[in-house]
């Protein structure tokens, strides 16, 4: 056992600072989500355990996920990310039309045989990352092109914000951020970008004009705009949002004796930063801060030091994925922004998110460990992308 143990870590490759935070906010979450559980066991008549345990098996999948996507050759990405690409599209259609419906929304579908619901979305973050990557990096020859480079981009970052949006805008949005970044990195021009970014616009309008969520968008702007003047149903969840943070002090309540996650919808998720701040106080919400933009740091100086343009561009396009939505979910807890449901990445408590989390964590290690140790390429499919 031991030596199983022994030579599982001996290849353990990529930046160990990254392999250190992934510890560090597993382990913060398993406290936060099992203090934040209690409500949640109660109304559903179990214990706190068995949601720690379940949280906890997600947990250890996810790095064994993480594991197996560092150890193979991120160069092999691109490939995939055409076969990903294939898939999600139908899943996001069908998700549409056939999944489990919750507040007007149609985000999940659920896996036959395992009790799990599954969030499309989840999939498409990752399909439609790579595949712009791969994209960018293979067309930088005749990146201004608009037949061979322009429309490919524009059609595929417009149907997938289309797909998402429809149910879950706030995910769409911040997808849709990760891939203006990567089209300006990508050295697509400037005038190209604009009309991505004008696409973008009507087609959110439309969305908000149209969709099946308009009442509840314009509810949560107008409530975030003018809390003083929205009725306190509506404004529950970030009233007691800011409780939370406020009566954590500078040290917080200390582990386990959070008072508002008997109040809060969702404080082992969307709210979990909230519960860890009045637990742990300032001092804990700003650690969890410095993790994450340490994290930033630490993929920044892979994406300088990669030596190909699709692992610069595959490792920001995570990295930035992974770190917006963290500081979204923390803006929202501290009352920066409008509700959005966003979770804290490797954070909140969460099946699926959690392991395609763990996923892009793995392809950023891949990454760093093609910098550490450079290896020749010898497949025809890699050998493209190099």
Request: a positive charge; one cysteine or more; glycine letters at 8%.
């Amino acid at each position: 056992m031991n030596q199983a143990i022994s030579n599982v870590l001996s290849n353990l490759k990529g930046d160990r600072w990254i392999w250190l935070i992934v510890i560090l906010l597993s382990v913060l979450s398993l406290l936060a989500v099992y203090s934040a559980t209690g409500t949640l066991a109660y109304k559903h008549e179990k214990s706190n355990e068995s949601y720690l345990v379940k949280h906890m098996a997600m947990i250890i999948g996810g790095i064994a996920l993480m594991y197996i996507s560092h150890r193979l050759d991120y160069r092999w990405y691109a490939g995939i990310s055409k076969i990903l690409m294939v898939i999600t599209i139908p899943l996001l259609m069908y998700t549409l039309v056939f999944g489990n419906h919750v507040n007007d929304a149609s985000r999940w579908i659920a896996i036959p045989g395992t009790g799990l619901t599954f969030q499309t979305s989840d999939l498409a973050k990752l399909a439609l990352i790579t595949y712009l990557a791969r994209t960018l990096s293979r067309k930088q020859e005749n990146i201004k092109d608009v037949k061979q480079s322009f429309i490919p981009i524009m059609g595929a970052v417009c149907l997938v914000f289309v797909l998402i949006a429809w149910a879950n805008l706030s995910t769409a949005l911040m997808l849709f951020g990760v891939s203006i970044l990567l089209l300006i990195m990508g050295r697509v021009s400037v005038k190209q970008i604009a009309v991505v970014c004008v696409a973008g616009v009507m087609l959110l309008a439309g969305i908000m004009m149209l969709g099946p969520r308009r009442h509840m968008y314009i509810t949560r702007i107008q409530t975030f705009m003018h809390p003083d003047k929205a009725d306190k149903d509506k404004s529950f969840q970030s009233d007691h949002s800011k409780i939370a943070i406020a009566t954590g002090g500078v040290l917080g309540k200390g582990p386990g004796n959070s008072t508002e996650r008997n109040y809060l919808p969702h404080p082992y998720s969307d709210f979990i930063y909230a519960t860890i701040v009045e637990e742990y106080g300032l001092l804990g919400g700003f650690m969890l801060v410095g993790i994450y933009l340490f994290l930033l740091y630490r993929c920044i100086k892979i994406v300088t030091k990669a030596p190909k343009a699709f692992g610069a561009l595959l490792a920001a396009g995570l990295s930035f994925s992974l770190t917006i939505q963290a500081f979204a979910n923390m803006a929202v807890a501290v009352g920066l922004g409008p509700v959005t449901g966003v979770p804290l990445p490797l954070v909140s408590m969460g099946g699926t998110s959690i392991l395609f989390t763990s996923i892009a964590f793995g392809i950023i290690l891949s990454v760093s460990r093609d910098i550490d140790e450079p290896k020749k390429v010898v497949v025809g499919e890699i050998r493209e992308v190099a």
